[in-house]
Each structure stands twice: as C-alpha cells, then as structure tokens.
Nanobody
Framework: QVQLVESGGGLVQAGGSLRLSCAAS????????LGWFRQPPGKEREFVAA????????NYADFAKGRFTISKDTAKNMLYLQMNNLKPEDTAVYYC??????????????????WGQGTQVLVSS
C-alpha cells in the first residue's frame, strides 16, 4: 500500500527557509503525479505545487511561484518542497499527496488518492 511520510516542518522566522521532505513507498510512481498541499489554521486545504514523477513537469499555486520549489529524487523515492522567504501566512500543515498521472494544467485541481499525515510549518513574524 502507498505510504507518504512528510518531515522537515518546524518553527521559522519570517524571511527564513525550510525544506520539506516526503518519503514515498508502496508502489511504482512512474505514472504518477506527486504534490504538496497545505491547510492554514481555520481554512480549507489548498494546492501548493505538484510534479510529474517521470519527466518532472511542474505546476505551482500563484502564491508559491518564485518562493517555493518542488523537486524529486526518483532513485530515493523522495519528494521535496524548498520554501524560501517564508511569510506568516505560510503557516499551515503541509501534506504530501499522490495520484495517477494527469496533464499539468489539472495538477492543482484534480483529486489526489493518497495522502501523508502532514507536517506543521509555523512562521513567526
């Protein structure tokens, strides 16, 4: 069965950086898209970024463009999210998710089948 395990969250000051990691296991992800979502306190979960496992095409939410970078290490089955210039509004639980392959433009709107347990990111002002 698919397992997604996030790590790397924590407390950081505004303007700082964090790198989140997601260890993916349980199946081949060669025909998959893996992504990051987040749920700020009191708000709904929202899309952050996604990447096609084979090929590496990416899609970002507008707020993530220029500050966040999604990447992967297919040999290690690891997904990453480098977050720079963090703002207090980036405070959220960040989730790793996976689904079957889909066109780039739909990566942020599609339903995802597998989810991790989440990692907390707290950005202080």
């Amino acid at each position: 069965q698919v397992q997604l395990v996030e790590s790397g969250g924590g407390l950081v000051q505004a303007g700082g950086s964090l790198r989140l990691s997601c260890a993916a296991s349980g199946r081949s992800f060669s025909n998959s898209v893996l992504g990051w979502f987040r749920q700020p306190p009191g708000k709904e979960r929202e899309f952050v970024a996604a990447i096609r496992w084979s090929g590496g095409s990416t899609n970002y939410a507008d707020f993530a463009k220029g500050r966040f970078t999604i990447s992967k290490d297919t040999a290690k089955n690891m997904l990453y999210l480098q977050m720079n210039n963090l703002k207090p509004e980036d405070t959220a639980v960040y989730y790793c998710a996976a689904r079957r392959n889909i066109i780039v433009s739909e990566m942020g709107r599609a339903d995802y089948d597998y989810w991790g347990q989440g990692t907390q990111v707290l950005v202080s002002s």
